[in-house]
């Protein structure tokens, strides 16, 4: 079975190397975000990639739509396994990225992402969102219309997107925390929970990569969960 879980490397360049050694691409994929890929550039992606790892590319594209199909197109070059963009972009802007893709043999998958695990209702409805489930729905809905393949939410929207979307649409759930953690992350569960409730893929960064020992860390996620 291939591992669900996704480590977001959250570091720069030489620190995410040196951790992906002590990781096991049979174990879980790797996620490259903001931070990695501004400090590095894209031969990290080939880097990690030629090190057997899938790569999960989190640079959540959003942008008017040629610009963000364009980004994409170099993402697909790259020959990443999943690729990400704002589903509050539009639904033009994420079909244009959804047929970008269509040109590649080897199609990495596509996510929308839906609304940040770090904002809870109070910033929410400083955003003009008043009730974050269904905002969150609305954006998966409008995700899979648009030709994704599914979207990045909360481990607690997961049960109610499957029940709308479909099981095939694929759930990828950051917030992924052992219980009594707390930090920037809100809307958390826990890896068992998020599995319970449907998520497909865990993205886990400082449980596993803050850990004396990471690959211990990663095994007893996936212990707890299988
Ligand atoms: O360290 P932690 O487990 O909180 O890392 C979560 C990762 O998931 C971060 O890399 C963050 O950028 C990413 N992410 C998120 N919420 C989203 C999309 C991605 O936390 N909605």
């Known amino acids: 079975m291939s591992s669900p879980i996704i480590v977001a490397l959250d570091l ?127 954006l998966a809905k409008l995700a899979k219309q648009s030709g994704l393949d599914g979207i990045v939410c909360s481990p607690q929207e997961v049960k109610k997107i499957k029940e709308d979307c479909g099981n095939d649409f694929i759930a990828v759930t950051p917030g992924i925390r052992p219980s009594n953690t707390e930090d920037d992350q809100t809307r958390i569960s826990t890896p068992k929970q998020a599995i319970a409730n449907g998520s497909d893929y865990l993205v886990i960064g400082r449980p596993i990569t803050r850990s004396a020992d990471p690959l211990a860390s990663l095994k007893s996620i996936l212990n707890e969960i299988t």
Request: hydrophobic share 40%; proline share 3%; glycine share 8%.
């Open 12 to 138: 720069e360049r030489d620190a995410a190397i040196k951790l992906s050694s002590r990781l096991d691409p049979n174990l879980c994929k790797l996620k490259v975000g903001n931070e990695l890929f501004t400090s590095s550039g894209p031969q990290v992606v080939l880097d990690l990639k030629s090190k057997g790892f899938d790569i999960f590319l989190d640079l959540k594209f959003h942008d008017i739509p040629n610009t963000v199909a364009s980004a994409v197109r170099e993402a697909c070059e790259l020959g990443v396994w999943m690729v990400n963009v704002h589903a509050s972009g539009g639904s033009k802007m994420m079909a244009s990225a959804a047929d970008t893709i269509l040109d590649y043999e080897s199609k990495p998958i596509l996510i929308g992402v839906t609304v940040l695990t770090s904002i809870g209702e109070d910033e929410a409805s400083s955003l003009g969102i008043n009730h974050i489930e269904s905002h969150t729905l609305s």
